[in-house]
């Protein structure tokens, strides 16, 4: 078992591979495999908590720190390559070219670092950082790069204001209708990345009504939930 346990930490650590395939993708403009592969390691973090706890791995490798290989993995591919995208892409354009990915990255180096950033009752504290879902849409819906910049830079605020919102993979509120909702939401993104450059925008927008189920939810079980005492 204690082979297993290393298995889930090599298959967290995939994540390195995933964040280096989908920057050299984005550097290369070959924006649908860079998204491809940032699409795997949603997979890829969706699942690995569950074989950790399956296996109990912080049982056998207690010297190990599997959460802190987690956050270095999910800050270059939620953060780091997102914000090489919204660069490379032209997402926004002079003088936000530099500004907007500073603030993404320095959101989210201030995000990671809470203590309280994942809470003992399984929720995030501060918007999560899914940066590569809101690139995702930016990328696809083709708004101006004001407008790019605008929501960009709301986000980045968001990191800051210590909402409450779900962790998906872990949440005990509505945990099937979340999970299996966001199961159908990854096949409706990838099925986007598949018809890409010629993109069904109804399929995008309808897309669109997981993100929205998760804030508003978010919003509801934050206001309705009190917070525990630090």
Known sequence: ????????????????????LAAAAAIDHDFRTAFFYLAIQIAVDATDGVLARAVRVSERLPWFSGSKLDDLVDYLTYAFVPALIVW????????????????????SGYGFSRTD?????????GFPSYWNIVVFYLFL???????????????????????????PSRTPIWPW????????????????????????????????????????LSFVVHARTPVPSR
Do not use: C, E
């Open 88 to 107: 490379r892409a032209l997402l926004v354009i002079d003088p936000w070219t530099n500004i907007v990915p500073a603030a993404m990255l320095i959101a």
């Open 177 to 216: 209708a979340t999970n299996l909702f966001g199961v159908a939401w990854g096949v409706a993104g990838l099925l986007v990345l598949w018809q890409y450059p010629t993109v069904s925008r109804t399929l995008v927008l309808a897309s669109l009504a997981y993100p929205v189920y998760y804030f508003v």
């Open 141 to 167: 819906l083709d708004l101006t790069p004001g407008i790019n910049a605008a929501i960009l830079l709301g986000f980045a605020a968001l990191v800051f204001v210590p909402i409450r919102y779900i962790y």
């Open 1 to 20: 078992m204690l082979i297993a346990a290393w298995l889930v930490h090599l298959y967290t650590a995939s994540g390195f591979v995933l964040a280096f």
């Open 117 to 125: 950033a994942k809470t003992a009752d399984h929720f995030f504290t």
